[in-house]
Structure formats: C-alpha cells, structure tokens
C-alpha cells in the first residue's frame, strides 16, 4: 500500500449505529487530518492531529470522536449521527515542522462516502 | 476576513486549447498558495504550491500557476487540454494562525475539456 488509505470506501448507517472510519498513512508524515466535503460547500476540516497529539477541533459535534493511536493511524469513531452528517470524509496527511507551520502540501486518500439513514 | 475566491464554477475548454481555472485570494501576511485536483470518487490529489521565489509555478500533468500578488490572483492554466484533466480543481490559501498555519479552501471549479 501507498500513499493514504481510507476504510471502507462506502458506509450506510442508521441514526442509532455506531461505526468508525479508519485511515492509515504510509508517506511518513507526522501530521494527519479529518474533513468533511459536502456539494456546494467549502471543504470543512475537523479534527487536526501534529505528533499524535490533537491540536485542532474545529467545533466538531461530540458525535464525531478521532482517535489517533500512532503517526501512521487515525480513526474517526462514529455515534447517534443525524442525516445531514452525510458526506464524504477524507482523510489527509502531510509533514509539519516542529515549529508549527503548514507550508507543507497535504496528501489525501479516498474518502468514505457516508449516508446516514 | 481570509477568503479563497473561485469565480468560476464550470469552465469547458475544447481539447488541445489553453485552460485557465481563476483564484483569488485576501489573507492578511505572506500567503502559501496551492491547487489540487479531485477526479470523480477519488480524494484531492496536490498539483502544485507558491511559497516564495518565481511566481511562475510549475507542477504535475503539466499545469502551471502564476502568483500576482497585486491581482491578489493564483490563475491555474496549462497551454494544451486532456479530455483526461476533466475533473474538480480547488484552490487553497494558508495562513498563519498562532503556531500553525491553516488552510483556508476555494468551493472548487468544475473543468470539462471536451473532445
């Protein structure tokens, strides 16, 4: 596998279910980041982790919970989502400076297509 | 307020003609400046970024971007269309904020190239 992969590729579920969208990266970076991309709308970041360690939660419903266990994985546990939950979420990685900074260009997978019913 | 400006929502080119997609952008500071592509079913891919020096930018599947920092403008263009570079095409801007620089997006442009 390279680059960014994203599973499962397509996902239904109820409003009651609870599910999880995991990502793994295999470019060595060190920072990783959920978005969600709905039609019509700019692309919405989520969640932002830099070494592990969350630095971004841009005012995400407590419905969507990332976990981050290493550099290389990144999950986003799903519960009680509503319908217009529904999108698709991609999963993007890239190399940040300790510094700070985000000069550098982020790498996406494929995203999960996400209907809630 | 920071904002990422794609005009266009469609642009169609016949194959073999030059494409222009247009962004504009207002970020206070230096700005970074990328494009990326997202073909059908498929996550955004990196085409090519401005962070300092010519403003002439070239990068992948020959597509070029000029920086005009008076027109505020980063005009993605490529001087002949594939039928293949159909497909949406999103400007993004990066700009400080704190320790970390975030990405402000464009809704995206949607190119047809047509036979």
């Known amino acids: 596998e390279t680059g960014v992969t994203q599973t499962p590729r397509h996902l239904v579920m109820g409003m009651t279910n609870k599910k999880s969208l995991k990502c793994e990266q295999h470019?060595?970076?060190?920072?990783m980041y959920w978005y969600k991309q709905s039609a019509k709308k700019p692309l919405e970041l989520m969640f932002v982790?830099?070494?592990?360690?969350?630095?971004e939660n841009n005012s995400v419903p407590s419905r969507f919970s990332p976990e981050c266990p290493n550099s290389s994985h990144l999950f986003l546990h799903l519960h009680t989502l509503q319908p217009e939950d529904s999108a698709l979420y991609l999963c993007?990685?890239?190399?940040?400076?300790?510094?700070?900074?985000?000069?550098?260009?982020?790498?996406f997978g494929p995203g999960t297509r996400l209907t809630v019913t | 307020a920071q904002s990422v400006a794609q005009p266009e929502d469609q642009v169609n080119v016949a194959e073999g003609n030059p494409l222009t997609v247009k962004c504009t952008y207002s970020?206070?500071?230096?700005?970074?400046l990328f494009w990326y592509v997202q073909y059908p079913n498929r996550g955004l891919q990196f085409l090519l970024k401005?962070?300092?020096?010519d403003n002439l930018v070239k990068g992948s599947y020959g597509f070029e971007a000029e920086f005009n920092k008076s027109q505020t403008s980063f005009h993605l263009k490529k001087p002949s269309a594939l039928v293949s570079d159909s497909a949406l095409y999103f400007c993004?801007?990066?700009?400080?904020?704190?320790?970390?620089?975030?990405?402000?997006w464009g809704l995206g442009t949607s190119l047809a190239v047509n036979p």
């Open positions: 993007a990685s890239s190399q940040v400076s300790i510094a700070g900074g985000l000069a550098y260009e982020q790498y």
């Open positions: 470019l060595g970076h060190n920072a």
């Open positions: 982790y830099n070494f592990k360690e969350q630095t």
């Open positions: 970020v206070s500071g230096n700005p970074y």
């Open positions: 401005y962070i300092t020096g």
């Open positions: 993004a801007v990066s700009r400080h904020a704190g320790n970390n620089r975030k990405l402000i």
